[in-house]
């Protein structure tokens, strides 16, 4: 197709070369995207008696082999001339993945299945499925099935029945995100773009705590089953910070591999381990990263106090502030998010900051001396004012006054 297309030749040409450019581009992309969904993936949910196929750990993997597959393709739905069909092929077009495998070896694609007759893109003389597999390997990983996703439901990738729910996994209504940019990150992005990425990706999870509050929820809401209980919700509920510690993810994971050693099956086992991990690993990493944080955060306090108060900070005022931040944590037990809070509170209710405190100075109370203005003093003053609403550059000379 891209042979086919036509060269310009001469300048009164140009018009409809242009069209047929443009109409052979728009076939290659039908193709393309046509071909794509010929050969995707698809995997059966896991199902374990007692256990929920959208359970979380399940979930996860699923979402897993979707990502790790974006720019591979499903070998099962080539027709081979003379060989039989895959004998994975059943009724709801879907297989489960091996064990051993961590490229799962999937079946029919659901275009593929429902095709009447055999569909010639598909194709393959007898004794040539290795070179034929070659280059769909080299078309799958130049067209992947996804750059990225940014949508993501409890059925994906179904999202008829649920959607909305933009980069979440599927968990419950607090999200919980899942990264599934492989192609972008590989294909589209340079060094400088992936570092980049990466730490966007950190940042999510630090500021927002996405997995932190779908494991909570996880543990509350979805995982009595697991635990022996008739319901979800039922049973003890623990503080957030003791949900999240190494101890009780470790316990939960053993609860359902309890679960998944009554049914036998190991890739379930395999997908709980894994996912457990996972989590584990995650929730302490962000866990240390906040404590490393924290010295970052006093010295921006102690910014935002120079800022607010609007001059430097005195020797005193610095070991005051830090002073009362260490009794908050120290004394009073609250944790450093809590601490910080109250010490922003404190900045901004001292008088420092409420009012205008570099009108009067000490050197000029007593005998109302004119003395020179310090220039943190005068650029206070002068933040006071603005300039000209009508020309807006203050170069016509006026500056109108909004505060005495």
């Known amino acids: 197709m891209w042979r086919e297309l036509p060269v310009l030749r001469a300048p009164n040409e140009r018009q409809r070369v242009e069209g047929e450019t443009r109409a052979g581009a728009d076939k290659m992309r039908d193709y393309v995207v046509g071909l794509r969904k010929k050969i995707e993936f698809k995997y059966t949910p896991i199902r374990v008696k007692g256990l929920g196929e959208t359970a979380q750990p399940f979930l996860m993997w699923r979402n897993k082999q979707y990502a790790l597959n974006r720019m591979s393709f499903n070998r099962a739905a080539l027709r081979v001339e003379g060989e039989p069909l895959p004998a994975d092929n059943n009724s709801s077009g ?7 495998q961590f490229e799962p070896i999937a079946n029919q694609s659901r275009a593929a299945k429902t095709a009447t007759g055999p569909d010639p893109d598909l194709q393959v003389p007898a004794a040539q499925r290795e070179r034929y597999e070659a280059a769909f390997a080299r078309f799958a990983a130049v067209f992947p099935d996804a750059f990225y996703v ?34 972008l990150y590989e294909l589209m992005l340079d060094e400088r773009g992936q570092k980049e990425l ?18 909570i929820q996880f543990y509350l809401n979805e995982s009595g089953e697991a635990r022996g209980l008739r319901r979800e919700s039922e049973g003890p509920r623990p503080a957030d910070k003791e949900i999240t510690s190494e101890a009780m993810v470790k316990q939960l994971a053993e609860a359902y591999r309890n679960r998944v050693r009554q049914a036998n099956d190991p890739l379930a086992m395999k997908a709980i381990d894994e996912h457990f991990t996972w989590v584990n690993a995650n929730l302490r990493w962000i866990e240390k ?50 601490a910080m809070r109250d010490s922003i509170v404190l900045v901004l209710v001292s008088p420092d900051f409420c009012y205008r405190i570099d009108l009067v100075s000490a050197d000029n109370k007593a005998d109302n001396k004119v003395v020179p203005l310090s220039d943190f003093a005068l650029a206070s003053r002068l933040s006071y004012f603005r300039v000209c609403p009508t020309c807006l550059t203050g170069r016509c000379g006026q500056i109108w006054r909004v505060m005495d």
Not at 161 to 178: C, E, K, P, W
Not at 206 to 211: D, H, S
């Open 150 to 183: 940014s949508e993501r439901g409890r059925y994906f990738p179904d999202n008829t029945r649920d959607t909305g729910r933009h980069l979440s996994a599927g968990f419950h209504n607090v999200m919980g995100y899942f990264r599934d940019d492989k192609p």
């Open 198 to 215: 990466d730490a966007m990706w950190q940042e999510l999870d630090f500021v927002a705590l996405g997995l932190t509050r779908t494991f």
């Open 94 to 100: 879907q297989v489960r993945a091996p064990v051993d």
């Open 289 to 338: 990263a906040k404590i490393d944080a924290e010295p970052t955060h006093l010295d921006a306090l102690l910014d935002f106090a120079t800022r607010a108060w609007r001059r430097p900070l005195t020797v005193a005022e610095t070991a005051d502030l830090l002073g009362y931040y260490r009794t908050l944590r120290e004394k009073d037990g609250l944790g450093h998010e809590d």
